[in-house]
């Protein structure tokens, strides 16, 4: 049934429908907010984009309450608007695409119901709820699931619209004041955040180690969480719950390991896609299907769906097939989470180069079938299959160092701490989008712990125009007392 709005906006304006339900003819009045046509879609898809959204606030109409892990990749091209969006829904994890309309109506007005490309839609969200509301369906027949804005945004619409229409985009709102805050400022406040940053990963790894007291294990998940990049983290961390350590080290054959990590993530192609690729492709992955039915029998596995996995816009060396393989040999014997990973690191931090060390324990390199492929399906031009430089010290800066700084804390050795801390400070920085536009205002990183102070400023701070509570705003915004 349509979900109709309890609480009519006051400027209203009256549609009036005719229906003919057997021999009588039913009048009904909708009302609807004189401007609501008039905003634009871009708006709503930047809330959305944005999680303009207050924590914890978001349901769908059926009541069931909604996490957002990721609102998806803006779609440039036609289909859904952003694509591959990872949501918690009650219960379960939906990994699929989401549409988004000023009302309800506009999927049935864009004849989204018709067309097969929006059968991957796993969310509806309107800023507005009309009278078909609660009541969309797919192309396949499906019910879609739907959420409603207006009742979860942070602020009024009035000024999100506001500041949509006036935010010059990405920039920073103190970008035009950045060069009169003195530097000095500006280093130590980076300083704090990436300790600020440090410590909250700290607290989460503390977290997980109160409720499964085993290093190996915390290394291990967050080693695969962070091969999975920023938009397979999620897919990544769910696959090292489905597949814990404890069951891979019961495998030493690197076929069976990328048998079991690609099997159980839903990653081995159907037969069926293998009609284009060529005998070897054929017998590979052929051959990893055959051991991941022994495999799933055995211990009970149950694949994920294919379409967690986020493969849009990612470099062919970040997609997840390759990335599972190279999990696969970091858990085969010589890799670093076959054994002793913990003692094999602590050893490396006594090295006289314990960053080269590192690197090398994190060393993967998978079979020979990966010199020429990046996914299952086809071949690609020929490359190196191992691990990259970048990568590896994205591992130590993300799961390694701070897998270690929770083992120094135990072992109550400040020293040890100050060690790791120290290895961040050697460890080049991180150029992304973020700390991109702190270097085009002159305040670039030197190495990743002031990239991750930039971040965690970005993150924390930035997004949300915390400038009150940033000393960099404050210095602009207040005056000194005379
Ligand atoms: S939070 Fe600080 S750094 Fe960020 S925009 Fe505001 S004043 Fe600038």
């Given at each position: 049934?349509p ?13 009036r ?5 057997d ?11 004189a ?9 709503v898809?930047?809330?959305w984009q944005?999680q ?6 978001l ?13 998806g990749?803006p ?5 859904p608007d952003?694509?591959?969006?990872r ?7 939906w ?10 109506s506009?999927w049935?007005?864009?004849?989204h119901h ?14 507005y ?17 739907e ?17 949509f229409?006036?935010?010059p ?17 500006r280093t130590?406040w980076?300083e ?9 990963k ?10 499964e007291?085993d ?5 291990y ?8 990049y ?8 769910d696959?090292a719950?489905r ?6 080290r019961?495998?030493?054959d ?5 048998a ?14 293998l ?10 992955v ?7 039915e022994r ?8 694949p ?5 996995w ?8 970040n997609f997840?097939p390759l ?11 010589g890799?670093?989470l076959h054994?002793?990973?913990?003692g ?7 090295d ?7 690197r090398?324990r994190?060393?993967?390199v ?5 010199q ?17 430089t970048?990568?590896i010290?994205?591992?130590?800066v993300?799961?390694?160092i701070?897998v ?20 961040l ?10 700390t991109?536009?702190y270097?085009?205002?002159g305040t670039?990183?030197s190495?990743?712990?002031e ?10 701070r930035?997004?949300?125009a ?6 960099i705003g ?9």
């Open positions: 049934m979900h109709l709005d309890p609480e009519p906006p006051r400027h209203t304006l009256s549609v429908h005719f229906y003919a339900l021999e009588t003819v039913y009048e009904l009045a909708l009302h609807e907010p401007t609501r046509r008039a905003l634009p879609e871009a708006f898809q930047d809330l944005h303009r959204i207050r924590p914890g606030a349901r769908t109409t059926t009541g069931t309450p909604v996490e957002v892990l990721h609102p990749a779609n440039p091209d036609g289909g952003f694509l591959h969006a949501l918690r829904i009650g219960e379960l994890l990994c699929g695409d989401v549409e988004v309309h000023v009302d309800s506009a049935f007005d864009h004849r018709t067309d097969p490309r929006y059968n991957s839609v796993v969310l509806h969200v309107a800023l709820p009309d009278m078909w509301t609660g009541g969309l369906l797919r192309a396949d027949g499906a019910v879609l699931q959420v409603t804005l207006y009742r979860c945004l942070e602020a009024p619409v009035r000024r999100l619209l506001h500041d229409h006036t935010r985009d990405d920039a920073l709102l103190c970008a035009p004041h950045w060069p009169d805050v003195p530097a000095d400022l130590e980076i704090a955040l990436a300790r600020e940053r440090l410590e909250e700290t607290a989460r790894l503390e977290e997980a180690f109160r409720e007291p290093l190996e294990a915390l290394l998940r967050e080693v695969l969480t962070g091969l999975g920023a938009q397979n983290a999620e897919p990544m961390a696959l719950r597949v814990p350590l404890s069951l891979a019961r495998y030493a690197p076929l069976d390991l990328e079991l990590l690609a099997g159980t993530a839903g990653l081995l192609p159907e037969p069926a896609d009609l284009q690729s060529d005998r070897a492709t054929v017998d590979y052929m051959d990893l299907r055959h051991r991941f495999l799933a029998a055995r211990h009970g596995l149950e994920m769906t294919r379409v967690c986020q493969f849009f816009r990612l470099r062919p060396a997840p990335r599972l393989a190279q999990a696969a040999a970091l858990l085969a014997p890799g670093l054994d002793d990973p913990i094999r690191l602590r050893d490396a931090l006594t006289a180069d314990p960053l080269a060390a590192m090398a994190l060393q993967a998978p079979g020979p079938f990966w020429h492929h990046v996914r299952y399906e086809t071949t690609s031009r020929p490359h190196s299959p191992a691990l990259g970048t990568r010290d994205a591992l130590l993300n799961a390694v701070p270690m700084r929770l083992w120094a804390r135990r072992e109550a050795s400040p020293a040890l701490e100050s060690h790791l801390l120290g290895l400070r050697r460890l080049p920085a991180t150029p992304n989008a973020v991109r536009l270097g085009a205002l670039r990183p190495n990743a712990w990239s991750h102070g930039l971040l965690h400023l970005h993150r924390t930035c997004r949300h915390r400038c009150l509570s940033c000393p404050r210095h602009i915004l207040i005056p000194p007392a005379v």
